[in-house]
Protein backbone atom coordinates (compact mmCIF):
# COMPACT_ATOMS: atom_id res chain seq x y z
CA UNK A 1 0.00 0.00 0.00
CA UNK A 2 1.61 3.76 -0.82
CA UNK A 3 0.75 6.16 1.83
CA UNK A 4 1.02 10.32 1.25
CA UNK A 5 1.03 12.57 3.93
CA UNK A 6 0.21 16.15 2.99
CA UNK A 7 2.57 18.29 5.42
CA UNK A 8 0.51 21.54 5.06
CA UNK A 9 1.35 25.08 6.31
CA UNK A 10 -2.17 26.01 6.99
CA UNK A 11 -3.40 29.85 6.42
CA UNK A 12 -5.54 30.08 9.00
CA UNK A 13 -7.67 32.83 7.61
CA UNK A 14 -8.01 31.51 3.87
CA UNK A 15 -9.72 28.65 3.30
CA UNK A 16 -9.98 28.77 -0.52
CA UNK A 17 -6.14 28.68 -0.32
CA UNK A 18 -5.95 25.59 1.86
CA UNK A 19 -8.60 23.84 0.08
CA UNK A 20 -6.67 24.64 -3.21
CA UNK A 21 -3.01 24.06 -1.29
CA UNK A 22 -4.77 20.37 -0.32
CA UNK A 23 -5.68 19.69 -3.81
CA UNK A 24 -2.48 20.13 -5.45
CA UNK A 25 -1.16 17.83 -2.51
CA UNK A 26 -4.24 15.01 -3.78
CA UNK A 27 -3.52 15.34 -7.14
CA UNK A 28 0.55 15.17 -6.83
CA UNK A 29 0.17 12.03 -4.21
CA UNK A 30 -2.00 10.52 -7.26
CA UNK A 31 0.25 10.91 -10.09
CA UNK A 32 2.84 9.32 -7.74
CA UNK A 33 0.58 6.14 -7.48
CA UNK A 34 -0.85 6.73 -3.88
CA UNK A 35 -3.55 5.06 -2.22
CA UNK A 36 -4.68 7.53 0.38
CA UNK A 37 -3.41 11.04 1.14
CA UNK A 38 -4.26 12.05 4.53
CA UNK A 39 -4.37 15.77 5.29
CA UNK A 40 -3.87 17.82 8.49
CA UNK A 41 -6.47 18.14 11.53
CA UNK A 42 -8.84 21.59 10.65
CA UNK A 43 -6.66 21.75 7.49
CA UNK A 44 -8.81 24.37 6.38
CA UNK A 45 -7.89 26.24 9.63
CA UNK A 46 -9.45 26.94 13.15
CA UNK A 47 -11.34 30.09 12.11
CA UNK A 48 -14.94 29.11 13.60
CA UNK A 49 -16.39 30.75 10.06
CA UNK A 50 -14.89 27.99 8.35
CA UNK A 51 -17.70 25.60 9.74
CA UNK A 52 -19.76 23.78 7.90
CA UNK A 53 -22.18 20.99 7.11
CA UNK A 54 -21.07 17.66 5.64
CA UNK A 55 -23.20 18.40 2.72
CA UNK A 56 -20.83 21.56 1.62
CA UNK A 57 -18.38 23.20 0.26
CA UNK A 58 -15.23 21.36 1.33
CA UNK A 59 -16.52 18.08 1.80
CA UNK A 60 -17.98 18.09 -2.17
CA UNK A 61 -14.95 19.94 -3.36
CA UNK A 62 -12.69 16.82 -2.20
CA UNK A 63 -15.23 13.71 -3.06
CA UNK A 64 -14.69 15.13 -6.72
CA UNK A 65 -10.72 14.60 -6.41
CA UNK A 66 -11.05 11.46 -4.57
CA UNK A 67 -9.53 9.04 -6.96
CA UNK A 68 -7.48 8.02 -3.85
CA UNK A 69 -8.05 7.84 -0.22
CA UNK A 70 -8.40 10.88 1.56
CA UNK A 71 -8.57 11.46 5.25
CA UNK A 72 -8.76 15.16 6.95
CA UNK A 73 -10.08 17.00 9.58
CA UNK A 74 -12.75 19.94 9.42
CA UNK A 75 -14.93 22.03 11.72
CA UNK A 76 -18.39 19.99 11.41
CA UNK A 77 -21.34 22.05 11.95
CA UNK A 78 -24.54 19.76 13.15
CA UNK A 79 -27.72 20.22 15.25
CA UNK A 80 -26.28 23.02 16.57
CA UNK A 81 -22.99 22.00 17.64
CA UNK A 82 -19.63 22.36 16.04
CA UNK A 83 -17.12 19.14 16.35
CA UNK A 84 -13.72 18.66 14.73
CA UNK A 85 -14.44 15.85 12.58
CA UNK A 86 -12.32 13.51 10.23
CA UNK A 87 -13.70 11.90 7.34
CA UNK A 88 -12.72 9.05 5.26
CA UNK A 89 -13.24 9.44 1.45
CA UNK A 90 -12.44 6.97 -1.09
CA UNK A 91 -13.57 6.79 -5.13
CA UNK A 92 -15.85 9.63 -4.30
CA UNK A 93 -17.55 8.13 -1.58
CA UNK A 94 -17.61 9.16 2.37
CA UNK A 95 -16.65 5.85 4.17
CA UNK A 96 -17.00 7.02 7.42
CA UNK A 97 -16.38 10.08 10.03
CA UNK A 98 -15.32 10.23 13.30
CA UNK A 99 -15.85 13.19 15.84
CA UNK A 100 -12.81 13.75 18.22
CA UNK A 101 -13.19 12.71 21.29
CA UNK A 102 -10.66 14.14 23.60
CA UNK A 103 -10.83 17.25 23.35
CA UNK A 104 -7.59 19.80 24.18
CA UNK A 105 -8.57 22.15 27.22
CA UNK A 106 -4.43 23.92 26.74
CA UNK A 107 -6.01 25.36 23.18
CA UNK A 108 -9.33 25.98 24.53
CA UNK A 109 -10.82 22.88 22.01
CA UNK A 110 -13.75 22.20 25.15
CA UNK A 111 -14.58 25.90 24.61
CA UNK A 112 -14.71 25.74 20.92
CA UNK A 113 -16.04 22.05 20.21
CA UNK A 114 -19.00 19.57 21.23
CA UNK A 115 -17.01 15.87 22.02
CA UNK A 116 -17.79 12.80 19.94
CA UNK A 117 -17.97 9.37 21.96
CA UNK A 118 -18.08 6.79 18.78
CA UNK A 119 -14.48 5.60 18.07
CA UNK A 120 -14.68 4.22 13.83
CA UNK A 121 -13.31 1.77 12.35
CA UNK A 122 -13.67 1.65 8.47
CA UNK A 123 -11.96 -0.68 5.32
CA UNK A 124 -9.74 1.44 3.27
CA UNK A 125 -7.98 -0.49 0.12
CA UNK A 126 -9.66 -3.31 1.73
CA UNK A 127 -7.45 -3.16 5.07
CA UNK A 128 -9.05 -2.38 8.09
CA UNK A 129 -8.24 1.04 9.77
CA UNK A 130 -9.53 3.70 11.87
CA UNK A 131 -8.56 6.94 12.46
CA UNK A 132 -8.09 9.50 15.73
CA UNK A 133 -7.12 13.28 16.16
CA UNK A 134 -4.36 14.63 17.81
CA UNK A 135 -4.91 14.78 21.56
CA UNK A 136 -6.69 11.32 21.30
CA UNK A 137 -2.89 9.39 20.72
CA UNK A 138 -2.13 10.54 24.36
CA UNK A 139 -5.47 7.91 25.63
CA UNK A 140 -3.66 4.05 24.93
CA UNK A 141 -6.94 2.57 25.51
CA UNK A 142 -9.09 3.81 22.54
CA UNK A 143 -6.59 2.95 20.60
CA UNK A 144 -6.40 -0.76 21.70
CA UNK A 145 -10.05 -1.01 22.13
CA UNK A 146 -9.56 -0.12 17.75
CA UNK A 147 -6.80 -2.76 17.46
CA UNK A 148 -8.82 -5.52 19.38
CA UNK A 149 -12.22 -4.82 16.88
CA UNK A 150 -9.64 -5.70 13.93
CA UNK A 151 -8.00 -2.43 13.02
CA UNK A 152 -4.54 -3.26 11.16
CA UNK A 153 -3.53 0.72 10.69
CA UNK A 154 -4.86 3.99 12.72
CA UNK A 155 -4.23 7.18 11.04
CA UNK A 156 -3.95 10.50 12.91
CA UNK A 157 -4.68 13.95 11.77
CA UNK A 158 -3.13 16.43 13.59
CA UNK A 159 -1.95 19.78 14.47
CA UNK A 160 0.79 19.41 17.53
CA UNK A 161 2.90 21.90 18.64
CA UNK A 162 5.84 22.75 19.66
CA UNK A 163 7.51 22.09 21.95
CA UNK A 164 5.59 18.56 22.30
CA UNK A 165 7.97 16.63 19.77
CA UNK A 166 9.12 14.61 21.80
CA UNK A 167 6.00 13.26 23.13
CA UNK A 168 4.86 12.78 19.47
CA UNK A 169 7.62 10.81 18.57
CA UNK A 170 7.18 8.88 22.12
CA UNK A 171 3.10 8.33 22.00
CA UNK A 172 3.10 6.99 18.22
CA UNK A 173 5.61 5.10 18.81
CA UNK A 174 4.04 3.06 22.16
CA UNK A 175 1.04 2.62 20.33
CA UNK A 176 2.57 1.14 17.24
CA UNK A 177 4.45 -1.43 19.31
CA UNK A 178 1.78 -1.94 22.03
CA UNK A 179 -0.65 -2.67 19.32
CA UNK A 180 1.77 -4.10 16.79
CA UNK A 181 0.34 -2.01 13.53
CA UNK A 182 1.05 0.75 11.50
CA UNK A 183 0.72 4.66 12.48
CA UNK A 184 0.31 6.76 9.89
CA UNK A 185 0.45 10.49 11.29
CA UNK A 186 -0.25 13.63 9.62
CA UNK A 187 1.00 16.61 11.41
CA UNK A 188 0.88 20.47 9.99
CA UNK A 189 3.65 22.88 10.26
CA UNK A 190 3.38 27.01 10.49
CA UNK A 191 2.77 29.54 12.96
CA UNK A 192 -1.07 30.44 14.16
CA UNK A 193 -1.51 33.40 16.78
CA UNK A 194 0.28 31.39 19.47
CA UNK A 195 1.56 28.18 18.59
CA UNK A 196 4.38 26.85 16.30
CA UNK A 197 3.36 23.24 14.53
CA UNK A 198 6.58 21.25 13.95
CA UNK A 199 5.63 19.15 11.48
CA UNK A 200 7.76 15.66 11.36
CA UNK A 201 4.62 13.84 9.81
CA UNK A 202 5.55 10.08 10.50
CA UNK A 203 4.76 6.22 9.20
CA UNK A 204 5.82 3.55 12.19
CA UNK A 205 5.57 0.11 11.56
CA UNK A 206 4.11 -2.76 13.63
CA UNK A 207 7.91 -3.02 15.75
CA UNK A 208 8.06 0.20 16.55
CA UNK A 209 10.79 1.44 13.82
CA UNK A 210 9.97 4.37 11.56
CA UNK A 211 9.61 3.82 7.89
CA UNK A 212 9.33 7.24 6.98
CA UNK A 213 9.67 10.72 8.66
CA UNK A 214 9.04 14.82 7.49
CA UNK A 215 10.95 17.39 8.46
CA UNK A 216 9.42 21.34 9.65
CA UNK A 217 8.58 22.43 6.68
CA UNK A 218 5.68 21.78 4.20
CA UNK A 219 5.60 18.83 2.08
CA UNK A 220 4.43 16.19 0.49
CA UNK A 221 5.95 12.18 1.74
CA UNK A 222 5.30 9.26 0.15
CA UNK A 223 6.03 5.87 1.25
CA UNK A 224 4.93 1.67 0.77
CA UNK A 225 4.16 -0.30 3.56
CA UNK A 226 3.47 -4.35 3.56
CA UNK A 227 0.66 -4.64 5.58
CA UNK A 228 1.32 -8.26 5.98
CA UNK A 229 3.95 -7.28 8.49
CA UNK A 230 1.10 -7.24 11.12
CA UNK A 231 0.26 -10.35 10.77
CA UNK A 232 3.45 -11.65 10.76
CA UNK A 233 4.66 -9.59 13.91
CA UNK A 234 1.79 -10.92 15.60
CA UNK A 235 1.94 -14.66 14.72
CA UNK A 236 5.51 -14.32 16.94
CA UNK A 237 3.75 -12.94 20.01
CA UNK A 238 0.67 -11.43 19.91
CA UNK A 239 0.43 -8.85 23.12
CA UNK A 240 -3.14 -7.65 22.91
CA UNK A 241 -4.06 -11.95 23.54
CA UNK A 242 -2.14 -11.49 26.75
CA UNK A 243 -4.31 -8.92 27.94
CA UNK A 244 -6.16 -9.74 31.39
CA UNK A 245 -8.40 -7.08 31.87
CA UNK A 246 -9.78 -8.88 34.75
CA UNK A 247 -7.08 -8.59 36.90
CA UNK A 248 -6.94 -5.05 36.12
CA UNK A 249 -9.33 -3.51 38.67
CA UNK A 250 -8.36 -1.85 41.51
CA UNK A 251 -10.63 -3.39 44.52
CA UNK A 252 -9.37 -1.75 47.63
CA UNK A 253 -8.80 2.11 46.38
CA UNK A 254 -7.33 3.81 48.96
CA UNK A 255 -6.45 0.90 52.03
CA UNK A 256 -4.21 2.06 54.62
CA UNK A 257 -2.73 -1.74 54.62
CA UNK A 258 -3.26 -4.08 57.55
CA UNK A 259 -0.99 -4.98 60.38
CA UNK A 260 0.16 -7.98 61.73
CA UNK A 261 1.04 -9.54 64.88
CA UNK A 262 3.74 -11.82 64.77
CA UNK A 263 4.07 -14.08 68.39
Not at 2 to 20: C, F, T
Not at 32 to 54: H, M
Not at 80 to 102: D, F, M, P, S
Not at 189 to 203: A, E, L
Amino acid sequence: MRISLAQIDIVQDNKKENIDKALEFIKTADKRGSDVCVLPELFIGRNINNAESIEDYTIKTLIKNSNIGIIFSFMEKFGGCIYNTAVILEKNIILGKYRKIHLFRPMDEDKQFSSGCKPLLFNLNNIKSSVVICYDIRFPELITNLCINGAKIIYVVANFPHPKLNHWRILLKARAIENQIFIVACNSVGVNDKDVFFGHSIVIDPTGEVVMEGGKDEELLTTDIDINKVDFERKKCFYLEDRKEECYKIKNKGSNGQKLTIS
